[in-house]
């Protein structure tokens, strides 16, 4: 039962990850410059966080260094992705594709892949999920927001991003041939910080862009709480990942990350849960509860 717990918890912290990034963006431009450099800076941040988990001890895996470049090159496509995605279109129809992503390739790699159980109660789950993920969508459904073809292609990489992305961690942390999670996730983190900080220093030199809006100090700090609350919350989630299958452990903590992430955003904005909020929750966690019984 402690697995479930730090599962849980861990999708407390990334559904309030999505209040930093919101707040970074509401600090500085929506440039590739300015995505790269968020990149940088929450990659560092949470390779120092594995880092130090692990004590300062580093072993070497060309094994694990393998798979945490192929985890690092999808986690940059998904950051850049999502952020694009959020600056030209709805929220919500990203977030669909965002959680959709995680929860449909996962199961159908944990049930094709890992050959783990089908139940019919995980079935309901993420269909009860998808579901949640909808309702926003069909109570705005009159809004005169049209969205641009490249938002699609942007959703549509953030779709396969995003489940690719906790699948191939998951091969890695069940396989036992690399490195232990937390020293695989500090080279994840710093394969991620060294591929955007040489492609920021490179746009840099042949792209001026006003340095102050890109060092603002605020921008800075939510880039930094934002790589704490993700790393924090990759280690919760994939301390027990070997134990905790995919096709349970990924809906699960999708649909823990839309639920907390309304809570947080209604307590960070002071606003009131609306009707949709309501409908939304209720049928999240009704989802997340079946795949725990």
Known sequence: MLEYTL??????????QFIALSAYQGKNSKSFQSILLFCSIFSLTGAIVFLSLNGFHLSFSWYTLMYASIAAVIQIILQIAGIKALSL???EIYTLFNVAGSMSIAYIFGITYFREEIKITHIIGVLLVLIALIVPIIFNRKSKQKQPIIFWIL???VFFSNGFF???NKIHIVSGEGLQVKEYMFYMYMCIFILTTISFGVMTIFKKENTKVLFNPWALLFAFIYGLVNSVGMFLQYSYADRIPASILFPLSNGGALLFGLIIAC???KKKPTLPDIIQASIAVTGMVLFII
């Open 89 to 91: 279109g709805r929220v």
């Open 166 to 168: 906790g699948s191939v």
């Open 7 to 16: 599962i849980i918890l861990s999708t407390v912290l990334f559904g309030g």
């Open 155 to 157: 959703c549509l990489t």
């Open 267 to 269: 307590i960070a904005y």
